[in-house]
């Protein structure tokens, strides 16, 4: 499935105020509905990272029943740690109608 870009024109916004050029690129696929992608930007030395939300974004990959959550489950947990005073990537936009999360970048695992 090819990642529809103009998802991203109001996150973009919300971060820079307008809408850089970039390049996006995939990361490899695991077991999670959601897709991650790397934006790299042709005027600026940061990268961001986009959480690319599935259709139904609401459904846990983890619930096997009950009530659907009241919030994205992702955004609870950064929630709680941030409250604990741990250090997590920052949210920079979230942008649930187009199914996009804007985060800091940590840059790639290397061994």
Known sequence: MVFDQQR???ALREV???IP???CAQFAADASTRRYHRLRFEDRPETLVVMDLP???MASDELLGGEPPKELPFL???RL???ASIDIPKIH???LESRVL???DLGDLRR
């Open 21 to 23: 050029p970039f390049e």
């Open 102 to 104: 804007l985060l800091e």
């Open 81 to 83: 740690l941030e409250g």
């Open 8 to 10: 991203l024109d109001r």
């Open 93 to 95: 936009a979230v942008d």
């Open 16 to 18: 820079f105020g307008t």
């Open 55 to 57: 259709e139904n974004f």
């Open 76 to 78: 609870e947990v950064a």
